[in-house]
Nanobody, 116 residues
Framework: VRFMESGGGLVQPGRSLRLSCAAS????????MSWYRQAPGKEREWVAT????????TYARSVKGRFTISRDNPKNTVYLQMNNLKPEDTAVYYC??????????WGKGTLVTVSS
């Protein structure tokens, strides 16, 4: 099982980014999938989840209404659309199967820096 996150970068506050997570070794459509992030000097925190049944979603309060998690099953990829970015969104972003967080290895993540 591997996760390859991409799409991060330096953006100004209020702008948007779309992160991608290309998964291998399993089929993303069969699992709940989540995005997490770790800001400098802080612990990793959960950001969003898309559930395997019905593709329902849930978000951390800090990103609700600004971020959207989705997946492309043929591409075996999970996305995180981030709008109206704020400086406090600055972090390394990771994807993971939440039910396997103690089993799967984390990817390298992708760095998002929000700054003017």
């Amino acid at each position: 099982v591997r996760f390859m996150e991409s799409g991060g970068g330096l953006v100004q506050p209020g702008r948007s980014l779309r992160l991608s997570c290309a998964a291998s070794g399993f089929t993303v459509s069969r699992y709940d999938m989540s995005w997490y992030r770790q800001a400098p000097g802080k612990e990793r925190e959960w950001v969003a989840t898309i559930f395997s049944i019905g593709d329902s979603t849930t978000y951390a309060r800090s990103v609700k209404g600004r971020f959207t998690i989705s997946r492309d099953n043929p591409k075996n990829t999970v996305y995180l659309q981030m709008n109206n970015l704020k400086p406090e969104d600055t972090a390394v972003y990771y994807c993971m199967r939440p039910s396997y967080v103690t089993i799967d290895s984390w990817g390298k993540g992708t760095l998002v820096t929000v700054s003017s």
